[in-house]
């Protein structure tokens, strides 16, 4: 009744038989799409199309050209779990002084993650003049804050998100939900890395136990398992990795060669099998590393006056001393060649602001704790980096999830969450320093000034280490996934 409205090719589909020869043929274009794309054949050729590194199965680690050429060669993440609170940190706000224990303006019932919120109170700690450029930051961390001359601070963060566990998420893979790839496994898979003795990404958990987000932090995501990052410290050594006792160093060095020649051979009978080559990297890795990660993670031949330097051998604060020998571990990975480390500060197995930041109740109390633990082991390293030479290929990335409130919560005595403005940190290699862009309103509740969004952290680092955020991709799902997703701009005023 309809065939006179159809087109020649609608009027074919009514046969039976042309329908399904049509119906085939689609499925089969479908099917070779999909082979081609995880293949990496489907890469766009045109100027401005997706880049995907070419990555040998046998050497998944092997160092990659970047884009362009980069300023910096790796990456340190400092990751204060819990929250930092930026306004009794970095962001000095003189109203917020002056208007301690008055509402919030046009705010008096104001309602955040906890419920309702109290008035406006000034940060516990004083805020002085430090280094040489004179920036005001307070006393909770005043031996970092004292290295502001090479700091380059975000005044103007904002997320996502006001819950810690997708906060997490969202800072370090960009997206709140689980299944994402961390920053470092993107730029792994970009660059991998110039010393295949030791994994190309490493993260440090902090002596208290690993974040909430846990693993999520340096997982690999929908990318190749190979380049999730492996974590341990200085505390907890990777598992499994020792040779057992009653095997014999001969027999083990004579089974490596026996399994290595029984590669070989399948190999050759099996030249295009990319997973089984994939899976030998893995494990003749893992045989290195018997050897390279016990002589990186031995503290014993640093001089005595560096551990001091950075506290590791404090006998009264012993998490203090741990935190310092996990800092002093970050820059023996970094001189080593490991391309990306994330080291965290604050660990959520002792229950909320008992083992991080997340001061809600007892602000100053926690705070007290935690401050020392982080500062004189984060300050040495970030000089100990600068005086080594290291800072001019090294790009020092420090981050929270989100900021927190002026404001305290009703009846308690610290600050609800605040991803509406908040300061990150940047040093090192390819960045304006001393610099701070972007600001927050007077009390330091929103940001207003040149605001910055994660998505344009993570396209700043990227950028650093000379790849272009919009074009670094992977095929997943049928969508050209990308850590920036649809976002982020390169910030340009902070570059050097």
């Not at 295949?196 to 932090?217: C, H, K, M, T, Y």
């Not at 190749?224 to 083990?252: C, M």
């Not at 403005?421 to 090192?428: D, P, R």
């Amino acid at each position: 009744m309809y065939e006179g409205q159809l087109s020649h090719l609608g009027r074919g589909l009514l046969a039976r038989r042309d329908f399904l020869q049509h119906a085939v043929s689609g499925l089969s274009g479908v099917a070779l799409t999909h082979l081609l794309a995880q293949d990496r054949l489907l890469q766009a050729s045109e100027p401005g199309g997706p880049i995907r590194p070419a990555i040998d199965p046998a050497r998944p680690h092997g160092a990659r050209a970047p884009h362009f050429a980069p300023k910096a060669r790796n990456v340190l993440v400092m990751f204060c779990s819990g929250a930092l609170s930026h306004v009794d940190t970095w962001d000095y706000k003189p109203e917020l002084i002056r208007r301690h224990g008055q509402p919030m303006p046009g705010q008096d019932k104001l309602v955040t993650f906890q419920g309702e919120n109290g008035a406006l109170t000034k940060s516990p700690y004083e805020f002085r003049p430090r280094g040489e450029c004179g920036k005001m930051t307070s006393d909770l961390l005043p031996q970092l804050g004292a290295l502001c001359d090479q700091m380059c601070f975000l005044h103007g963060m904002t997320g996502r998100t006001n819950t810690h566990g997708p906060g997490e998420n969202f800072m370090s893979t960009g997206f709140t939900l689980d299944g994402f790839p961390s920053m470092g496994a993107w730029v792994t898979y970009a660059l991998g890395t110039e010393d295949e003795d030791l994994p190309a990404f490493v993260a440090i958990p902090d002596p208290r136990g690993v974040p909430q987000a846990s693993v999520n932090n340096w997982g690999p995501g929908f990318l190749p398992a190979v380049f999730q990052g492996v974590a341990f410290n200085s505390k907890r050594p990777i598992r499994h990795l020792q040779r057992p006792e009653s095997i014999s160093e001969s027999a083990a060095g004579a089974s490596a060669d026996f399994l290595k020649l029984l590669n070989e051979r399948h190999l050759e009978k099996y030249p295009g099998d990319t997973s089984l080559a994939a899976r030998i990297a893995s494990y003749e890795l893992a045989a290195r590393m018997q050897l390279s990660v016990p002589e990186v993670t031995d503290l014993s031949r640093e001089p005595a006056h560096l551990l001091t330097r950075y506290g590791a051998d404090d006998t009264q604060d012993h998490l203090k001393a741990s935190f310092a020998r996990n800092c002093i571990l970050a820059r023996r990975l970094l001189e080593r060649g490991v391309r990306f480390v994330q080291l965290f500060n604050g660990a959520y197995a002792m229950g909320e602001g008992v083992g991080n930041w997340d001061g809600h109740k007892a602000l100053k109390q926690q705070y007290d704790i935690h401050g020392p633990i982080f500062d004189q082991p984060a300050a040495a390293l970030l000089q100990d980096l600068r005086e080594r030479g290291m800072l001019e290929e090294t790009l020092v990335v420090g981050v929270t999830e989100f900021g927190r409130m002026p404001t305290f919560q009703k009846d308690a005595s610290g600050r609800d969450h605040n991803p509406a403005g908040f300061t990150c940190w940047l040093a090192g290699a390819g960045v304006k320093a001393p610099f701070a862009y972007g600001a927050t309103d007077e009390f330091g509740h929103r940001a207003v000034e040149n605001v910055t969004t994660v998505y344009d952290l993570h396209a700043t680092v990227l950028h650093l280490l000379g790849l272009n955020h919009e074009r670094l991709t992977y095929y997943h799902n049928g969508v050209e996934r990308r850590l920036t997703d649809v976002h982020g701009h390169v910030i340009q005023d902070v570059l050097a």
